[in-house]
């Protein structure tokens, strides 16, 4: 089991910044891939950005150059850096965790809001 807690999501205008938080309840050097996802009103929920075997990075075209994921080993915690917000990045954005032992297994959490307006 891997417990995912987020923070840091808010209120922004266009062109500020955020950073998101995410602390996992082990260490996640037993974690195969961590990264944040995001679901905007009425719109599937899609990948932001997900680092894999702790140095394999992904990003989503729409954010790729304006968002970073970092990742603190000590404080088993993943950051996503967003920067020149937009309007279209408004959204519920989720951490997510993937294991592979024991087991392949799945972990979310409860997701932190992320408002751009002016």
């Known amino acids: 089991q891997v417990q995912l807690v987020e923070s840091g999501g808010g209120l922004v205008q266009p062109g500020g910044s955020l950073r998101l938080s995410c602390a996992a309840s082990r260490s996640i050097f037993s974690i195969y891939s961590m990264g944040w996802y995001r679901q905007a009103p009425g719109k599937q929920r899609e990948l932001v950005a997900v680092i894999s075997s702790g140095s394999s990075y992904n990003y989503a075209d729409s954010v790729e150059g304006r968002f970073t994921i970092a990742t603190d080993n000590a404080k088993n915690t993943v950051y996503l850096q967003m920067n020149s917000l937009k309007l279209e990045d408004t959204a519920v954005y989720y951490c997510?965790?993937?294991?592979?032992?024991?087991?392949?297994?799945?972990?979310w959490g409860k997701g932190t809001q992320v408002t751009v307006s002016s």
């Open positions: 997510n965790a993937k294991i592979v032992v024991p087991s392949r297994a799945e972990f």
